[in-house]
T-cell receptor, first 114, second 112 residues
């Protein structure tokens, strides 16, 4: 069974700092990869997705993620965070050909301080 | 835009009660999902459905059942609620092709 690891559970940054959140998955085959964000009191929203092609994907609000197949990783990055990026971030993996099931990581709570 | 609507934002029930959580989507999606979200555990899949009257168990189906009588509606049922089912419940839907899931606002359920 596939699993997803997010090693950073809580991250605190100052505004304008750079962000990198780690995501590793365990599945040897082809995968579809997602990052979702949940702002306080809001529903889960898609930040970005990778299905195929260029391993560097750009999402909304200046976020990007890089798929490194050899490392089974899909880390999320943002060069300069804002206070409004305070939220919980979830990495999710779907095994291609494995139906519609998504496996989520445990989430990373990001707090950006002014 | 896809709209996934969960019938209640907050719900308080007593142990032993039968509890129904309702979810409706407006995009004619074939697939619908129920998750529970707990701090430090992320989202865990309870059940999903890929068509009307079809259902499959997710990772934590014990104590739950589901119903999909119409394409747009997917119900989660707690047969006999227990305090360890206090959680945030999220519904999601997606179409047939490879695409992201779309989530509702969630129902925060407390079992007393």
């Amino acid at each position: 069974a596939q699993s997803v690891s997010q090693h950073n559970h809580h991250v605190i940054l100052s505004e304008a700092a750079s962000l990198e959140l780690g995501c590793n998955y365990s599945y040897g085959g082809t995968v579809n990869l997602f990052w979702y964000v949940q702002y306080p009191g809001q529903h889960l929203q898609l930040l970005l997705k990778y299905f195929s092609g260029d391993p560097l994907v750009k999402g909304i609000k200046g976020f990007e993620a890089e798929f490194i197949k050899s490392k089974f990783s899909f880390n999320l990055r943002k060069p300069s965070v804002q206070w409004s990026d305070t939220a919980e971030y979830f990495c999710a993996v779907n095994a291609a050909g494995g139906g519609n099931k998504l496996t989520f990581g445990t989430g990373t709570q990001l707090k950006v301080e002014l | 835009d896809v709209k996934v609507t969960q019938s209640s934002r907050y719900l308080v029930k007593r142990t032993g009660e039968k509890v129904f959580l309702e979810c409706v989507q407006d995009m004619d999606h074939e697939n619908m999902f129920w998750y529970r979200q707990d701090p430090g555990l992320g989202l865990r899949l309870i059940y999903f459905s890929y068509d009307v009257k079809m259902k499959e168990k997710g990772d934590i189906p014990e104590g739950y059942s589901v119903s999909r009588e119409k394409k747009e509606r997917f119900s989660l049922i707690l047969e006999s609620a227990s305090t360890n089912q206090t959680s945030m419940y999220l519904c999601a839907s997606k179409g047939r092709q490879v695409q992201p899931q779309h989530f509702g606002d969630g129902t925060r359920l407390s079992i007393l």
